[in-house]
């Protein structure tokens, strides 16, 4: 699960607002995809396991959100969804570069795409991407974020990147 500062930190690179249409590809949990659907977005989360798709169904069902599962590897599943104007990748299967070129032919001009990643092999293949197709207003952060605990230990949490641009 994509933890809460991350999340946010997404949601808010992705500009996400009433109105939205979010893909969420690789959907695992859906924590990206509840938080964009509590904001007001229309959400399609793509998860190819079974097991991660039964879990966004019971959290959508937890939070009250309405998202559209499709239970099918990304991107061959991709030509079903026609619309969207924001584009979250938190998993590719390997099949980064395919997702991303779908996504950048069927999204609008303006539309934003962020991901995650905790590999730089994956982060160096999406700025690749994102500066191939001439991308606009390019962030790159690195999320981490340490927790105290009741006993006044601080446990750090994973480091991840979470990168996006806006289609010219």
Known sequence: MTKFDARIAAIAAMEIEKGDTLLDVGAGTGSISIEAAL????VFAVEAKEEGANLIRQNASKF???IEIISEQAPQCLEKIQTFNKCFIGGSGGKLRQIFEHVNEKMPSGGIVAANFITLRNLNEFMTLINQYTYEDIELKLIQVSY???A???????PIFL?????P
């Open 64 to 66: 009250g959100v309405d």
């Open 148 to 150: 105290m605990e009741n």
């Open 152 to 158: 006044g230990i601080v446990k750090s949490q994973n």
């Open 163 to 167: 990168a996006k641009g806006r289609k």
């Open 39 to 42: 904001q007001g977005a229309v």
